[in-house]
């Protein structure tokens, strides 16, 4: 009979960590798994998106192509020596595209290079038949085919092509040879981990693109293997698509996801293998299992030296109680019941409190202590987590309180609270255990507040691209002239837009807003351009509108300025002004002599007279002497230092 106390203690001291253990690994096993799906559908979508903007980019130089070619016959088109250079800017100015071309009835393609035979899968015909080498997704007239070796030259990841629309001069195809460096370079950014897979594939499950990190193998996990080809020829939705390793018959598959890609029989396929899942639960599993270890050894250990020594055994069980406790890195206080009175308390209870803890205080204490509720309402002396507990003897779930600490300053903590009750049921302590959770509300809180700040920027850039698209379209003489102009502005927009991201939002410098903006346009600039002032920087709400007005600028000079022929210069010049004022001078001097004022008024006008002397609280003068233009800027202070 005697022997059954310690047989109970020893069996609890070995099944209670070993269930604790268990339930533990279970959870966070299925929150790995959920991690890793999120991260790679996460990935996945973001691959998917980018491959997408790429592909409307070259959809639009496709269809700019056949707008050009389809009201001219072929022997024109095929001889045209302006379309093949036409062919070679397109080509230059894309860097995703390898060439673009023009097939025609007679098996020739016209490229910027030359006429060359057609490749297979190029010839002009409407519907790709089942023995082609390309394939096309139902009802869309675009069709990818393989990669191939190119008569001008380099090497292709993939074509895409599509008929000619009804009412051409002729029957053709236009067509796009993809390079494969571009997107390899996108897959090898999104990283995600030394054995991630990531993959273009065809709709048939063929492999385009790949970027595995094993050696240049693609194992079974990856894009190009057979789960992956399944799901890519059964056709896929717009959305992503999580594949589990249960999915496949090989457990070592891991975690997948595919996305088509909206307007292309493609799908950008991502893989992480099950090492991705199991590595580090392992890991966390060992140090886990060898604290059960502990903790079966510890337990077992002191319930047969209790059944040994009573009362020595009580001693050492407080004072391991007492160092565990202190070596917590939260804090804990275990007061006696029904006093309240402290037993125990650690150092981090006064370092969280900033208050020395009271050994002596009894539950009255409570009402000096200074507490609310998240609603607002100051918490009542019994309404405190260890006080609830010892009034009640039921435990208080967790419970976020902001606290006002000894030092005045303001928390919050969040709270648990439990009886301890002996043998008998009865509730004679009470323990509360906190920790300080203000760092990671005040994230939360600037998390949300830079969502709100991204939302709203978003917003703003929208708008700015709407107004520039309008403006654009009252002035363009047809949609080639409205496209270049749009295109041109939408990359002036851009250059302001990275120098802002790299400087996380904050102040760009004004030189370096200038430069980029004078460097978008191919002309030979050398020492034709002074910039002279000193390190100033631009506030981040006006630095686009002052990048769209030196695009402008810089448009000007180029096309009609300075910089149009080979004597012009350009000096830019900038400082302090009286009064707290700014001030920046724009002076073209050497150029083709202005006889009279231009007379349009479009968007580049509004810009350069309106909208940059809004954004700084100023104004702008624009003079247009004989010997150039000379445009002011007149603005707060406020917006540079």
Known sequence: MRRQPARFLTAAAVLLPITIFVAEGVLDYRQTVEQVRTDVEARTEALANHAEAVLRGIRLAMARVEDRVATQPWEAVRNSAELRADLDAVQAAIPEIESIYVAGPDARRVAGGGVFPVLPGEEA????????????????????????????????????????????????????????????????????????????????????????????????HAAGGPLFAARAAGGLSATVESIESGAAPDAASGIAAVRKLD??????????????????????????????????????????????????????????????????????????????????????????????????????????????????????????????????????????????????????????????????????????????????????????????????????????????????????????????RFSERLQGLALTQTLLVERQWASVPLKDLLIAQMTAFPAPLGDRIDLDGPEVEVAPEPAHNLGLAFHELARNAVQYGALSDGAGRIRVHWGAGSGGRFRLEWVEEGGPPIETPPIERGFGSMVLTRIAGAAVDGTVTMEFNRSGLVWRLDGSAQYFH
Do not use: C
Not at 194 to 215: E, F, K, M, N, Y
Not at 307 to 326: K, M, N, P, T, Y
Not at 352 to 375: F, M, N, T, W
Not at 477 to 482: E, K
């Open 125 to 220: 015909h409407s519907e790709p038949s089942v023995a082609e080498p390309s394939v096309a997704e139902t009802g869309a007239a675009l069709r990818v085919g393989d990669g191939a070796a190119l008569p001008e030259g380099g090497a292709a990841a993939f074509t895409l092509s599509r008929p000619l629309r009804p009412g051409s001069r002729f029957t053709g195809t236009v067509g796009v040879a993809v390079a494969a460096l571009p997107f390899e370079a996108l897959f090898r950014s999104a990283g995600g981990g030394r054995d991630a897979t990531v993959a273009l594939v065809r709709s048939d499950g063929t492999v385009l693109v790949h970027q595995s990190r094993h050696d240049g193998r693609i194992p079974y």
């Open 263 to 484: 307007g292309a029989p493609l799908a950008v396929a991502y893989s992480v293998p099950a090492s991705a899942v199991h590595g580090p639960w392992l890991q966390r599993m060992a140090a886990l299992a060898a604290l059960a270890v502990m903790t079966s050894i510890t337990l077992m250990w002191a319930g047969r030296r209790a059944l040994q020594d009573a009362r020595s055994e009580l001693d050492l069980g407080r004072a391991r109680l007492e160092g565990v406790v202190r070596a917590m890195p939260i804090g804990v206080i275990v007061a006696e019941a029904p006093s309240g009175r402290l037993v125990l308390a650690n150092d981090q209870v006064g370092r969280i409190l900033r208050a020395p803890a009271d050994p002596a205080s009894g539950i009255e204490a409570y009402a000096k202590l200074v507490g609310y509720h998240p609603d607002g309402r100051r918490l009542a002396p019994e309404e405190w987590p260890l006080a609830r507990v010892l009034g009640s003897g039921e435990s208080a779930p967790e419970q976020e309180i902001r606290i006002v600490r000894g030092d005045g300053s303001r928390g919050i903590i969040a709270a648990n609270s439990a009886p301890v009750r002996d043998r008998f049921g009865e509730v004679v302590a009470a323990v509360v255990a906190f920790y300080d959770v203000t760092a990671r509300k005040d994230s939360q809180a600037r998390v949300e507040m830079l969502m709100r700040e991204t939302l709203h920027r978003a917003k703003n850039q929208l708008a700015v691209v709407e107004g520039m698209a309008r403006q654009t379209g009252r002035v363009a003489s047809g949609i080639d002239d409205f496209l270049d």
